[in-house]
Each structure stands twice: as C-alpha cells, then as structure tokens.
C-alpha cells in the first residue's frame, strides 16, 4: 500500500464517522427549526387573528385600512429588536412589510363586504 493510499483509507473511515456525527448533528438541530417554524404558523395564526378583529372594527367605524403613522412606529421598535438581538433589520422590515401588506389585504376585504 502506497503512503498516499494509506492515508485516503484512514481518511475515509475518519470522515464516515464524522459524516455519522455530522448527521446525527443535523437532525437534532432541524427538530429545532421545525419547533420553531411550528411555533411561528401559531404566533402568526393568533396574529391574523386580532388584525381581523382590528379589521372589521375599523370597517364598522368606517377607519381606513391602514395606518402609516403606527406602520412607522413598528417598523423603528421592530428595527431595533432584530438589531438587538443580532437579526438583520433589513429582512425584520422585509417581513414586518409582508405580513402587514397581507394584513391590509384583509382589511379591505373586509370594508368591501360591509359595503
Ligand atoms: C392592524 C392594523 O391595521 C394595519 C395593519 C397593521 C399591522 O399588521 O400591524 C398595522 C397598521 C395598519 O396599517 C392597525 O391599524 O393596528
């Protein structure tokens, strides 16, 4: 056996254990994330569920369906908590964007079906 065929046995033995490590690694920290995302549908589910309730009380009040000034509010406070907690503040107002365009959504659905 050449020195370097030696070597390439050894390592391939040595990386089949670490792959082995390496995936069992892996499904340990994805249970994580599916905890997570699981618990994301639910916080954002409970969410959905007081802006419908927002929405149809500003239908009833004939309030628009959005809010800037308060939008301008979240987006600083979000800012600051993704910064603070090492999260871009870029994707946290990406997101922050996301949901309440769909939120807005809602509202004016809601305002056209009370029409
Ligand atoms: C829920 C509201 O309606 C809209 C949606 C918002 C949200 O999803 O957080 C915030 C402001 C409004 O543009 C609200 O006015 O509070």
Redesign the pocket.
Known sequence: MTDAVATASTNGATGDATRAAALEELAGIRKSIDNIDAALIHILAE?FR??QH??KL?ADAGLP????A??ER?VARLRQLAHDADLDPEFAEKF?GF??AE??NH?ERIAAEAE
């Not at 369906?65 to 800037?68: I, Q, V, W």
């Open positions: 969410r007081h802006t927002v929405g500003k369906a959005s809010d800037p308060r939008e979240q922050l949901v309440i939120v807005i509202h």
